[in-house]
Every structure is written in C-alpha cells, then in structure tokens.
C-alpha cells in the first residue's frame, strides 16, 4: 500500500519517547508497504531529504516547527476556543499546506496521524482512511488527589476539561485509534463512550539491536535516560536529586547519577555524583554500563520506554508506580517499585549492594521485554490495524 505518516517529531536520532515509536513504527511499515513521511523538525535539525536510518521511508517532506508559546496572542486568544491552546498556537498553515498537497499528487491508501498534534490537521487529509496514533490522555489528566488549592492546580483542570472535549470530538474523524495501555484505552472510554475502534499497541523495541551494547557495569552507578525538557522527568529529576539520592550517597558513597537527553531550560539540582550529558550519540551505551536505571516519575502518560531499553540491556530497574504504568510488570520479579523517597532510597541501595539480586531481576526484565514488548511480539498487530482500516469500504 501507499502510506502516509504524520509525526510531530522527526524520528533520528530517537532521542525521546515519541521519536523511539515513530521509528519503530516505521521501520515496520517500510518493510512491506510504501511509505511517505511528512513530519516536522526542529529548525535546523534535519535538511530536507534526509534519511531516517533503519526505515527505508520512499520520501520525507519537512516542516519547521515553533514550540508552544502561552503568552503568544494566538495562544492568549485561544482560551475563548473549544480548541486547546497549545494546538492553537503551534498550528502551522504551511503544514497544512503541505499535507493537503502530498495527498492530491499522490493518492494514498491510508493516514497514519501520530500524536493529537498531527491529527488536528484530519481536515488536510479527510478523504483518505485515517488512524489516529498514539492518543495519549494521561499525560493531561489531573492525579485524583490534587487539592484545588493553586492557580497551576486550578489551570491543569481547566486544561484537562477541554483537551477531553476536544480528543472526544477528533476521535470520532478517524476510522481507528491507537493508545499505548489499557490505563489509556480506560480513559478513552470514559470521554468517548460510543467509539469504539480503539486498540491497545503497547511500545516496543528491536532487542537484538541492542546486543551490541552490552558491557561492564560500572559499580554505584546509576542512569536516568530522558529528556528534561518534558515536564514530568524535570519534576522526577528535581525530586530524586533533592528527596532520594542524598540517601543512597549516605549508604553508596561512591553512587552518581548520569542523566542523558536534552537539558531543558529550567534549573535542576547538582552535587557530588552528579552529570548532566546531554543527548548522547549512543544512550543504550550509558544504559548498559549502568548498575540501576532510575525512573522516579510520578506523572504524565504512556509507557516508558526508558524501562524497555533498560530491560532489554539487562540493567536492573527501580521506578515509581506511574513511572511503571501501562507496562506488565512485578515488583520483586522484573523491577522493584517505590513511591516514597525512603522506600526509593532503599530499593536502588539494595540492587546496588546485591549485584546477584539486581542480576535476577534484570534476566526476568530481559525475558519480558522479549516475549511481550519486542518488536516481533508488537509490530504484527500494528500491521495487521493497517490492513483492516485501510479496506475497509
């Protein structure tokens, strides 16, 4: 067939949760269909025409994206709008040019829209059978027990309550939709009762091409493989840095911490043991070397992938129970979870100082990740949803 995807971020390098997907996702679909990747870049990120390795993509068609901007007047004008304001402000004509163009050259067979930053532009492209990919909800849904006792409280309501509307609208425009969990597919039921094709593609990866990086781990180190730039991993950053490793050094004094991926703008802790790299041309490297990867989310949605790489680098795991969320996971036989900062402490101590327990937990992590979250055991339901939308009359 003859495809088309739409992606908010230009898969290469995958450097972060959404790029790591949209790879795999491709990479599949290249293997047996023709496919044409229209997809916005950071300005100056990519040239036009260039390749994403690993996935034979027949053509690549780029836009320059602007990031959100809250007091821009687009997206102060937006809070008398159905719409978000985000989706407002970073809405882009010559996207939507450029899409509505690819599809009258060329007809295509089938749209695959990945991210609600993408599928907002389904009027570009409404005569042609479309999926919606990636519908993520938790990410925007206030926890249960936030008090609304702040203006930010009180705004991420607001926020939560028209993204809701909106998603139960757009939903309705695709012929299917993708979430990564079933935590996701429970929260679109709740705000669109009546549509029904809904399917759970968990996150995966290609674990034999991780082989390559295995190596010597390095005694009392520790990895946190994500970008600061997202909010929730500069929130878990923040309260690992200033509620837990203080702890682990007290017991570990020669732990440190390695934190890869794009810094952000926002101020985080430092101390002893502890480096910021950057993005790294090579992160399973890092992973691997490590003796616990950290994962001390406490928000936001989806699967994290950072656990299926640290898994499938057979690199011990200790995260929070969001953090975890969406995967099939037990604590005590792949990871351990902890939620307070003393239960935290204390479990990265005990992988650290038991390297023959840290090592059971990683081959239980590595056998999981391989039967249940591998590509060979994901993509094929993925292709198999391409091919039931795209024939159907």
Known sequence: MRILFLSRWYPFPPDNGSKIRVHNLLQGLSERHAVTLVSFVSPGAAPAGTPVPGAAVSDIKL??????????????????????????DTYQPTMATLIRQTCENSPYDLVIASETSMAAYQCSFAKTPAIFEGV????????????LNSRGALRRRLTWAKHRRYIARLVEKFRACTVVSEQERS?????APDYRPVH???????????????????AGAMVFAGSLSYEPNHCAMRWFLTDIYPSIRAEVPDATITITGDPGARPVPTGPGVTYTGVVPDVQRVIASSSVSVVPVRSGGGTRLKILESFALRTPVVSTSKGAEGLDVRTGEHLLIADTPGEFARAVIRLLLDPEHARGLAENGFRLVRERYSSDAVLPKFLHLVNEVARIP
């Open 187 to 191: 929260l679109l039921s709740e705000i």
């Open 63 to 88: 836009c320059e994206y602007h990031e959100f901007r809250p007091d821009s007047p687009r997206a102060l004008l937006g809070y008398l709008s159905r719409t978000p304001r985000s989706l407002i």
């Open 136 to 147: 993520e909800l938790g990410l925007f849904k206030p926890d249960d027990g936030q008090e």
């Open 200 to 218: 759970v593609i968990p996150n995966c990866i290609y674990v034999n091409a991780h082989d390559g990086a295995a190596g010597g781990r390095v």
